[in-house]
């Protein structure tokens, strides 16, 4: 069974930045697996921030960028906002039907 | 504006039924999928399956394949998420997404919490 694995919390201070990775069972996560990264707050839905590895969306903050880091796929917040505490979520594609979440980052910023 | 408006919470003992719908408007409803996922209290998203609405084609994620039964409406403008017999580990929050390419997800609905209890 594939299992994709974040870490499960991490903490940043206001202005500065933190990586948040998402890493794969099967192996090294390349372009190839599509990541899309979304972010929940706490009694909200999710939104999508980033897909594809590097795209953002319409409405996703300049601060937030996609990358490939050391074989697994990353978000990085540049300059956090006190806003940008909640959990993060990736999704990564499997080929066919097949998408698995991570098991989600909760970033506090403190 | 993009909108995907789920239908209400829901309350049911163990051995129901239920259908719970996801309404899209603002774009065209049947040249794009829409995926279901689950949040189960406290814990993270699962993938659950997909339907296109223009054909009803469906694919499952293996961990809900049987469980549950994904369909749509074209002519509603409406996809839904059915159980035929409900458990108390059904007991979550559902949404529905959208995708726009085979990679990409974007907009959310609001969510539907699902209550199962005797």
């Known amino acids: 069974q594939t299992v994709v694995t974040q870490e499960p919390s991490l903490t940043v201070s206001p202005g500065g930045t933190v990586t948040l990775t998402c890493a794969s069972s099967?192996?090294?996560?390349?372009?190839?697996?599509?990541p899309n990264w979304f972010q929940q707050k706490p009694g909200q839905a999710p939104r999508a921030l980033i897909y594809s590895t590097i795209n953002k969306h319409s409405w996703t903050p300049a601060r937030f960028s996609g990358s490939l880091l050391g074989g697994k796929a990353a978000l990085t917040l540049s300059g956090v906002q006190p806003e940008d505490e909640a959990e993060y979520y990736c999704?990564?594609?499997?080929?066919?039907?097949?998408?698995?979440f991570g098991g989600g980052t909760k970033l506090t910023v403190l | 504006e993009v909108q995907l408006v789920q239908s209400g919470a829901e309350v049911k003992k163990p051995g129901e039924s239920l259908k719970i719908s996801c309404n899209g408007s603002g774009y065209s409803f049947t040249t794009y999928w829409i995926g279901w996922v689950r949040q189960m209290p406290g814990k993270g998203l699962e993938w659950m399956g997909i339907?296109?609405?223009?054909?009803?084609?469906?694919r499952y994620s293996p961990s809900f394949q049987g469980q549950v039964t994904i369909s749509a409406d074209k002519s509603i403008s409406t996809a839904y998420l059915q159980w035929s017999s409900l458990k108390a580990s059904d007991t979550a929050m559902y949404y529905c997404v959208r995708r726009t390419t085979v990679t990409t997800f974007d907009y959310w609905g609001q969510g539907t919490l699902v209550t199962v209890s005797s």
């Open positions: 999704l990564l594609y499997y080929g066919g039907a097949q998408l698995i």
């Open positions: 099967t192996g090294a996560v390349t372009s190839g697996y599509y």
């Open positions: 339907i296109y609405p223009g054909d009803s084609d469906t």
